[in-house]
């Protein structure tokens, strides 16, 4: 079998028995709306749990208008999406200067121009204020302690917003549950001790894919800040395995991110019937393999389709090397994998939390990784580097024997793993 994977902008290839390949696991390729601007406007005219966009804005007839759009990390049809509210938006006659958009980059870089281009389209950014949220501003407004004690610091122009209106995407996330919804304030548009104080909560068992349940505190302190700051409308959309828009939930937060959660894992699980002694899996090419902090999430969606002491390998170009200076500092100054586990909650800073969930995830599993990463980076992270996909299925032979299985996944950013003997 000839095996073909995203890497990066380009693919890589090789061959595997198949004997070998218990199967390949993606998404179902539902096809992308064939009219997804009609579908926006129809979700933006009649959505869940909220007056229509129309109603909402000329009850308030807001002088300032603020949308907060998700980074390029999180990849998506945001052109689309953003171009179709925004000209409905100046259909209302809402004139374009009372409109500015704020980009949730949480603790992530600041875009460049020619990015906000690439993902929010020319017509965009060429006719209105997009700007970059930065964690660490000094004119962020405290709104005051929620009920863990986390101060909650935002956004100076999200707070002063007359109307906030968020857009998102809808996936599963490794420690939120799902992202999309609440995520869009917080991580978001906080400041950096609101956002590590949240992620802090990683060490605990109830961080985990897909649970949204009231054991989740990170994700209900997420849900709790966005009620704070009070987001009047949203607009989330769920993609399919190509990361084009299958369906969208428009209207009151909770109320269109539950229901798009529901769509998603109706829709999107990965059914499987029993762990391999490997996985072959790619991050699911550019921009989610764009560093080694953004592709490690396809580590955690994936891991449990192996069994415990298997082996993983791992694609993920990662031209930005580790993508994150916190991550990579404790991940080079672990002298071993216990070590990264043993640090105290309160010492854990953004960036350490996914240091931590890495050390999780090496105890249960070989990691190798083939990315144009230098080696020696690679092995002082503690993870193993290999040239190609053929020198991991070496190791496996090694380890495994001729006989060993292994699943593939394509896309790892974009997956929910269902098991059919839970």
Not at 251 to 269: M, P
Request: glycine share 8%; proline share 4%; hydrophobic share 40%.
């Amino acid at each position: 079998m000839n095996i073909k994977l995203k890497y990066g902008r380009g693919y890589k290839e090789c061959e595997i028995p198949d004997k070998n390949v218990l199967g390949i696991l993606e998404m179902e390729h539902i096809d992308a709306h064939t009219n997804p601007q009609k579908l926006i406007r129809e979700k933006l005219e009649s959505p869940t749990g909220s007056p229509s966009l129309r109603d909402l804005l000329e009850k308030k007839n807001p002088e300032n208008v603020v949308i907060i759009v998700s980074d390029i990390t999180r990849p998506g049809p945001f052109a689309l999406m953003l171009e179709t509210l925004l000209k409905e938006m100046l259909s209302y006659e809402i004139p374009s200067n009372r409109i500015k958009g704020i980009i949730a980059n949480g603790t992530h870089r600041k875009m460049t121009e020619s990015e906000m281009r690439y993902h929010y389209g020319d017509w965009a950014v060429d006719n209105f204020s997009i700007e970059n949220h930065d964690c660490r501003a000094d004119d962020l407004v405290n709104l005051g302690k929620m009920a863990s004690g986390n101060e909650l610091l935002i956004n100076k122009k999200v707070a002063n917003a007359d109307f906030l209106i968020t857009l998102g995407v809808i996936s599963p996330h490794y420690f939120a549950g799902f992202s999309g919804g609440r995520k869009s304030i917080l991580p978001g548009i906080c400041g950096y001790e609101t956002i590590r104080h949240n992620h802090s909560n990683i060490v605990h068992d109830y961080a985990t894919l897909g649970n949204i349940e009231n054991s989740n505190k990170i994700h209900l302190e997420m849900a709790e800040a966005a009620a704070i700051v009070g987001v009047d409308f949203t607009l989330q959309a769920v993609l399919n395995h190509k990361k084009k828009l299958v369906q969208c939930f428009a209207g009151a937060l909770d109320d269109a991110f539950f229901k798009g959660v529901k769509f998603f894992i109706e829709h999107n699980s990965v059914k499987y019937s029993q762990k391999a002694d490997a996985l072959i899996v790619s991050v699911g090419g550019y921009p989610k393999d764009i560093n080694f902090y953004q592709s490690q999430k396809a580590l955690n969606s994936t891991f449990e389709l192996v069994k415990e002491g298997g082996t993983l390998i791992l694609l993920a170009e990662c031209q930005e090397n580790i993508g994150q200076n916190e991550m990579e500092k404790q991940l080079r100054n672990a002298n071993s994998i216990n070590e990264l586990l043993l640090i105290d909650q309160k010492d854990i800073q953004i960036g350490g939390h996914r240091a931590f969930a890495t050390g999780r995830l090496l105890k249960e599993v070989d990691i190798l990784v083939v990315s144009s990463m230098d080696p020696e980076l690679v092995k002082t992270v503690l993870f193993n580097p290999i040239n190609s996909i053929e020198d991991g299925l070496e190791f496996i032979k090694e380890k495994e024997g001729e006989d060993y299985s292994c699943y593939i996944v394509p896309n790892g950013a974009m997956f929910f793993p269902y098991s059919l003997q839970n």
